[in-house]
């Protein structure tokens, strides 16, 4: 090293309990810009994405980001019992073809779903093979909460959720 090169700085990365709480910083953030979303009457927030997974994405799967094409990230179908399918980005905001470019729900509300196999209120993970479970076996962290229960107009609330596993509810707990 030179004389005039500053030595590297071998500074840790900050943990929840730290002095200065990154986590706490990045959930005040999120919290904030939901109320924000709230107040401005925004439903949600889009991502335009390019689904290139080899595989149909239907209306509401959770999906994750996978690579980068076409000036779109690309996203394939979160797994519950596989790691390398998350975090989740967000779920569909509607059916995608493979090789098509579409957008997810990053938080908000996602209707026009059907929700029929759930009540108001039923906590939604992402289901071990992919889509979405309102049962807790083998399942992810809470990404969405259903508000409204019905076959066609179903409504869900994506990401805003404490303890979510990668969708917007991450932020809000301080990842």
Partial sequence: MSA?????????????????????DMQNM??????LFTELQIAHLP????????????????????????????IAKSHANNLDKFPVAGLAKAEMASGTEGS???????????????E??????????????????????????VLYSHNVNGMILVGAIQGGNGTWGSLESGL
């Fill in 47 to 74: 991502l335009a994405v390019r689904n290139q997974s080899g595989e149909t994405i239907e209306t509401g799967d959770p999906v994750y980001i996978s690579g980068f094409l076409s000036g779109r990230p690309t």
């Fill in 120 to 145: 108001a209120g039923d906590k939604l993970y992402v289901g071990q093979t992919g889509g979405l479970t309102n049962s807790t076996a083998g399942a992810s962290s809470v990404v969405a909460i």
């Fill in 30 to 35: 999120a919290v904030r810009i939901h109320e």
């Fill in 104 to 118: 997810i729900v990053l938080v908000g509300t996602l209707d026009t779903i059907d929700t029929s196999d759930y």
């Fill in 4 to 24: 005039n090169t500053p030595a590297p700085q071998l500074i840790p990365y900050p943990v929840a309990d730290d002095p200065v709480n990154v986590h706490q």
